[in-house]
DNA sequence: AAGGATGGAAACCGATCTGTTTCCAGACTC
DNA sequence: GAGTCTGGAAACAGATCGGTTTCCATCCTT
């Protein structure tokens, strides 16, 4: 454990990994343990097991984005940059360590949509649609909306795959992506004017 | 509760409603005091709770495949009868007590692929995937294992998506599946050109 | 009417749950 | 050096966890 960091930031990153690991029914004192960080010092710093689960998700959230969305500017297209998201997400279901998406995880295992992890994760997932959306729009497609929406429904699915047959996807994923991006005209690099 | 059931039938029925309802964390006295069982006898029925939530999932199994996947020889086409899973899907999600597809939401709760439950989640998700091919076969597209796996990642996004944002689908699902039918050439085979 | 099997109610076990509290070691300021 | 603050270790509380056991009422069979 990081002792450098403070228990906060060691809390909040023992819990981004058991909670998505173990599932959220993981017992405060495992974490706490995990973390290095007493139950007197968490329940200062968060009033709930609750909160900490929001928290430690939201905490997670941007890593998480940022792992599967390109940077802007680099010279890629819209099909690209949205493929690359599906790249990630085969990648990441042939690590052992793979759940699926924390945050539908989360929303799964809480099944109370109005638990404040449960709204943390409503706010990411349309945080990945609308990165798409941005992509399509630039793409010039008929109906960015719908299409984002089926994209995001794309990975989920495809992460839910990975998560019950526990293999990695080998590309279905991919393939299902490029179908959808293949129905809706996104196709040429050059074709599609992405100025920015 | 029904007396007439036996204390076996009377516990995978309270036990696929709970375990669904409010996860398979749901501790065994709330779930026996459901179905109006002793703990004696449930683990004289079960070896552990675990083999009650694998049992239980079994259960319902052929039930909830039956209300999603149409009966053959009801005269609808491949296309028909594959849309209308993604139909039966939409009317779930305007429920109230939808918590997604109970295999996928077992199998993300459990973690652990080797558990009795995830062996059992994985084999009822093979089913839907088994429906959708010998619709696509009958519909002679060209690659229709591949496409069977694109459609159950479709429902299982599209479910994922109600489960996440706790909305109805109002037909996001639908358009999805008929986008992926409708890139894969898959129209009513005996009438041209169908509209929508 | 007697005997055996079924099965519910509830006590019990040790472990773990969320959350609170006490105590004390170390680092800080003044 | 005295006082203050942070934070870990651990006991504690009451509830619940999975699982076992005892006791007893109600059946069915003969």
Redesign the pocket.
Known sequence: MNTQA???E?LLDAAGELFYRDG??????????A???????????F??????IAESLASVGPGYQHALEPDAGDGLTPRERILAVFVKLDQQSRKGDFYGCPFVSTAFELKNPEHPGSVVARHFKQRLTDFFLGELVAARVDDPEGMAIQLTMAFDGASARAVVRAQALNGVGIRMAEALLDAAGVKAPELAGQAR
């Open positions: 403070t228990p906060r060691r959220v029914n993981i017992g405060v004192d495992a974490l706490c343990k973390a290095g960080v007493s139950k007197k010092s968490m329940y200062q710093l009033r709930s097991k609750d909160e900490l």
